[in-house]
Structures are given as structure tokens and as C-alpha cells.
């Protein structure tokens, strides 16, 4: 048994499994109609898990990143937007939280930030606040680059002016939390942009190839206001914590891991003649055929769980070259092990209502995200490695 399995987390899983049957219920319907999987998030909050990874000293669950990472794959076994647009609430709970906990911060910015996060968490538990990270913009793949969205500071707090692409939850979230640049400045500012302001506008269609329930459309915002006690972190945190707990850009590949598993499930039941008329492993091409891709995933979860029994502030770089390679390995096994199935199980499997080929085309979209995009690790992976780039970007 792995050692990360504790008997706590195994608790956490235990809930997200039975979270995650009736989530499987839903999927295919949030799918067909690319629509945000409400019921789920409902369900999530029941749960308490949308305080998941705030502290209990706050009245959350107190779960941490890893305890986060197991929750999350097993989640995306049954509905990959779902475990998808968690992660972007999550990943916020974890940033003010365990993150920023690790992270150097003045006396007084420290007050600050504990007043303004117990305001971030009571919205949460109290409110059932949902949480979004639009961060990309389309013009760089950094975390701490690219970021052309502009706040400027008014009486009470920000006036912000830019537009994000790919919001996922952009319908749904009751705060868009963004990354921002104030003039004159080089760090990035984190708000928290209440959803219902003024001068936002959701745009463009929403009809991908996967990932439908996400509804990640482009965000506009029109110098809408943003309190000050919005600042989610302090000043110069954001670009600390890139540098600091770089493991926090590894977050979205954990669905990819569950959707890994997934596939495997499918394709087991599948083979041993559930979901059809017919029994094929008996034939030793199907055996042979499951056994590859047991091995792959088994291959890519035991990279993503050694790194996972890595992770905390200031890694060595060896450690987070292992992480991208661990995204890698979650983003890019996903849609090769579904592929696979498909040759596996033959042409039927691919009829709806089974699931392979809405896990096929979920998975095909994990490679995109930024900024640790599949292209990104590659490119840094091999650039860090054979020059001692020790200072590589996040
Ligand atoms: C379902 C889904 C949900 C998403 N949700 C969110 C969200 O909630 N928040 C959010 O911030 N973003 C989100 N994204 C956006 C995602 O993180 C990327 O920003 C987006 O996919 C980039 O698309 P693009 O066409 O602009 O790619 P481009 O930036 O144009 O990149 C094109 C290709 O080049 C690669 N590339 C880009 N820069 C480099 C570089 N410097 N070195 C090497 N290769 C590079 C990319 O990986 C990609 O393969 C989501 C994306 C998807 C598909």
C-alpha cells in the first residue's frame, strides 16, 4: 500500500467515490448539452468538500495538497468537468491557504491576509461561494508573464480593465479570481472579482471538443470594481508562491490521472462483457492489450504520487523537473491509454451512451493547459536539463 494512502485520506476518497457514482449519472447529460454541472457542486457543497482545503481553523475540512490530489482523481473517474472546475475552486482555498502559510510575509501583511481569507472562507462555507482562476490571456504560457489585465487603485480598492480567455466556471463562479498587473509594477496582484459586478461580459460560444461542462468562455472586464479586502494575497505573494510552491501549476493534472482510471474502468467492465452481450477476454490479444495500459497508467500514477510525496515549499530544481515530467506523463497517458481502449474494445465501445469516447475527448484536452502545458514542460524540461538552467521559469 502506498504510504500517501493514510487511513485519513482514504476517508477523503471514500466520499469523493460515492460523491462520484451519482456525479457518473450526469455526466453524459452536461455533456451532450456542454451545460455547468450545478447539481454536482450542490452535492460538493452538501458534502463540505467546497472547504475541502480550507483550515479547520477557519471551519474547513483542512485537507492538504496531497490529501487535495487523491480527492481529485478520484472525482474525475466519473465526471472530468467536474473534478476540472473543483480544481479551480480548490486551488484557490489551497493558494490563500497551506500555500501562503509557507510563504514569507510582513507582520502586518500577515493580519491582513488572515482578516481577508477568514472573509474569502466564511463566503464559502456560509455563502457556497464557488471560486474560478481565469488566468490565461492567450499571449504568454508563464505564470508570472503574459499578464496584461490592468488594476488600477481607487477609493476602496481596484478598478480592473482586461479580458481572459478559456474562465472556466464562467457562468457559474461567484468569484473570478484573477492575475493582474498594476502599472509600474512587476509582481502580479491576485483578486477576487465578485461575479455579479458591473462591467463584466461573458463572451464567445462555448462547443468544445471536450471538457464540455467547464463552459470556459472568455471574461471581459470593463474597469469594474474590486474592494480592496479583495486582494487575495498580499503584494508580491502570487510571484513567490510561482517560485516558491511551484507545485500549485500542477493542481489540473490529477483529473487527468482519474481520467486515466477512468478509461482502465471501462475498459475492464467492458472486456468482461458488462455494458454489451458480449465476454473478450478471453482473447489473448484483449489481455495482452488490457495489460499495456495497466502498465501505463500504473507507470504515470506512481510519477505523479513520488512527487506528491515530494511537494512543499522551495523544491530542489530536480524536484520540479520531476514534476513537469509527472504532468506530462498524467496529460499526455490520459488520451494515449484512451486510444488504446478503443482499439482494445473495438468499434461499439465508441457508441453512446457508453463513456470511452467522452473520455476520450476529455483527456485529448489536457495537454492545452497552461502553463504547464504538455509543450511548456517539454520545452523547459529539456532546456533546464542539458544546460543547468537551475533559474527556469515557472
Ligand atoms: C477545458 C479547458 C478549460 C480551461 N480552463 C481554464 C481556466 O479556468 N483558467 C485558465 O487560466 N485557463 C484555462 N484554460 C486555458 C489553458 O490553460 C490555456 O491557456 C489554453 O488552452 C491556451 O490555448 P491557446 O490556443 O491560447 O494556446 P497558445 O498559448 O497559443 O499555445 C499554443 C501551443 O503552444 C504551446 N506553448 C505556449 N507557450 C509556450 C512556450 N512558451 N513554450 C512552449 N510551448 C508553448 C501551448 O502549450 C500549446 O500547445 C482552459 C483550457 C481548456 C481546454
Same mark, same amino acid.
Given at each position: 500500500?502506498?504510504?500517501?494512502?493514510?487511513?485519513?485520506?482514504?476517508?477523503?476518497?471514500?466520499? #469523493?467515490?460515492? +460523491?462520484?457514482?451519482?456525479?457518473?449519472? /450526469?455526466? &453524459?447529460?452536461?455533456? =451532450?448539452? *456542454? $451545460?455547468?454541472?450545478?447539481?454536482?457542486?450542490?452535492?460538493?457543497?452538501?458534502?463540505?468538500?467546497?472547504?475541502?482545503?480550507?483550515?479547520?481553523?477557519?471551519?474547513?475540512?483542512?485537507?492538504?495538497?496531497?490529501?487535495?490530489?487523491?480527492?481529485?482523481?478520484?472525482?474525475?473517474?466519473?465526471?472530468?468537468?467536474?473534478?476540472?472546475?473543483?480544481?479551480?475552486?480548490?486551488?484557490?482555498?489551497?493558494?490563500?491557504?497551506?500555500? #501562503?502559510?509557507? +510563504?514569507?510575509?510582513?507582520?502586518?501583511? /500577515?493580519? &491582513?491576509?488572515?482578516? =481577508?481569507? *477568514? $472573509?474569502?472562507?466564511?463566503?464559502?462555507?456560509?455563502?457556497?461561494?464557488?471560486?474560478?482562476?481565469?488566468?490565461?490571456?492567450?499571449?504568454?504560457?508563464?505564470?508570472?508573464?503574459?499578464?496584461?489585465?490592468?488594476?488600477?487603485?481607487?477609493?476602496?480598492?481596484?478598478?480592473?480593465?482586461?479580458?481572459?480567455?478559456?474562465?472556466?466556471?464562467?457562468?457559474?463562479?461567484?468569484?473570478?479570481?484573477?492575475?493582474?498587473?498594476?502599472?509600474?509594477?512587476?509582481?502580479?496582484?491576485?483578486?477576487?472579482?465578485?461575479? &455579479?459586478?458591473?462591467?463584466?461580459?461573458?463572451?464567445?460560444?462555448?462547443?468544445?471538443?471536450?471538457?464540455?461542462?467547464?463552459?470556459?468562455?472568455?471574461?471581459?472586464?470593463?474597469?469594474?470594481?474590486?474592494?480592496?479586502?479583495?486582494?487575495?494575497?498580499?503584494?508580491?505573494?502570487?510571484?513567490?508562491?510561482?517560485?516558491?510552491?511551484?507545485?500549485?501549476?500542477?493542481?489540473?493534472?490529477?483529473?487527468?490521472?482519474?481520467?486515466?482510471?477512468?478509461?482502465?474502468?471501462?475498459?475492464?467492465?467492458?472486456?468482461?462483457?458488462?455494458?454489451?452481450?458480449?465476454?473478450?477476454?478471453?482473447?489473448?490479444?484483449?489481455?495482452?492489450?488490457?495489460?499495456?495500459?495497466?502498465?501505463?497508467?500504473?507507470?504515470?500514477?506512481?510519477?505523479?504520487?513520488?512527487?506528491?510525496?515530494?511537494?512543499?515549499?522551495?523544491?530542489?530544481?530536480?524536484?520540479?523537473?520531476?514534476?513537469?515530467?509527472?504532468?506530462?506523463?498524467?496529460?499526455?497517458?490520459?488520451?494515449?491509454?484512451?486510444?488504446?481502449?478503443?482499439?482494445?474494445?473495438?468499434?461499439?465501445?465508441?457508441?453512446?451512451?457508453?463513456?470511452?469516447?467522452?473520455?476520450?475527448?476529455?483527456?485529448?484536452?489536457?495537454?492545452?493547459?497552461?502553463?504547464?502545458?504538455?509543450?511548456?514542460?517539454?520545452?523547459?524540461?529539456?532546456?533546464?536539463?542539458?544546460?543547468?538552467?537551475?533559474?527556469?521559469?515557472?
Amino acid at each position: 500500500m502506498s504510504v500517501l494512502l493514510t487511513t485519513a485520506r482514504r476517508g477523503l476518497i471514500s466520499q #469523493a467515490a460515492e +460523491l462520484g457514482s451519482v456525479f457518473a449519472t /450526469r455526466a &453524459d447529460q452536461y455533456d =451532450r448539452e *456542454a $451545460s455547468f454541472p450545478y447539481e454536482n457542486f450542490h452535492d460538493l457543497q452538501e458534502a463540505g468538500f467546497l472547504a475541502l482545503c480550507i483550515p479547520k481553523s477557519y471551519g474547513g475540512i483542512g485537507a492538504d495538497f496531497v490529501d487535495y490530489a487523491l480527492v481529485s482523481e478520484e472525482l474525475a473517474r466519473y465526471c472530468g468537468s467536474t473534478a476540472l472546475t473543483f480544481n479551480m475552486h480548490t486551488a484557490t482555498m489551497l493558494l490563500t491557504g497551506q500555500i #501562503a502559510d509557507d +510563504l514569507d510575509m510582513s507582520d502586518s501583511q /500577515r493580519v &491582513d491576509h488572515e482578516q =481577508r481569507r *477568514a $472573509s474569502l472562507y466564511k463566503g464559502v462555507i456560509e455563502k457556497g461561494h464557488i471560486h474560478a482562476q481565469p488566468f490565461s490571456e492567450g499571449h504568454q504560457a508563464g505564470a508570472t508573464a503574459g499578464v496584461t489585465t490592468q488594476a488600477v487603485a481607487v477609493d476602496g480598492g481596484w478598478r480592473v480593465r482586461g479580458r481572459k480567455i478559456f474562465a472556466s466556471l464562467s457562468e457559474s463562479a461567484h468569484r473570478h479570481n484573477v492575475t493582474c498587473k498594476v502599472d509600474g509594477e512587476e509582481a502580479i496582484r491576485f483578486l477576487g472579482i465578485p461575479a &455579479d459586478s458591473i462591467g463584466i461580459t461573458i463572451e464567445g460560444e462555448w462547443d468544445p471538443l471536450g471538457m464540455r461542462g467547464t463552459i470556459s468562455k472568455n471574461l471581459v472586464f470593463d474597469d469594474v470594481f474590486v474592494p480592496a479586502e479583495n486582494e487575495y494575497l498580499p503584494p508580491g505573494c502570487f510571484d513567490q508562491a510561482a517560485k516558491r510552491w511551484p507545485y500549485f501549476f500542477m493542481t489540473l493534472c490529477f483529473t487527468y490521472l482519474g481520467i486515466q482510471r477512468a478509461v482502465l474502468d471501462f475498459t475492464s467492465e467492458y472486456l468482461r462483457g458488462g455494458n454489451t452481450a458480449e465476454e473478450r477476454r478471453e482473447h489473448p490479444q484483449k489481455q495482452h492489450g488490457w495489460a499495456e495500459m495497466r502498465i501505463a497508467h500504473e507507470q504515470s500514477q506512481a510519477l505523479v504520487y513520488r512527487v506528491l510525496s515530494e511537494v512543499g515549499v522551495d523544491p530542489a530544481p530536480a524536484q520540479i523537473h520531476r514534476a513537469w515530467a509527472a504532468v506530462v506523463s498524467a496529460m499526455e497517458t490520459a488520451p494515449n491509454l484512451a486510444s488504446t481502449a478503443v482499439r482494445v474494445c473495438g468499434g461499439r465501445s465508441l457508441l453512446r451512451p457508453l463513456v470511452l469516447e467522452r473520455l476520450y475527448r476529455d483527456a485529448r484536452c489536457g495537454a492545452t493547459m497552461l502553463p504547464w502545458s504538455v509543450e511548456v514542460c517539454f520545452d523547459r524540461l529539456g532546456r533546464a536539463d542539458l544546460f543547468d538552467d537551475s533559474e527556469a521559469p515557472v
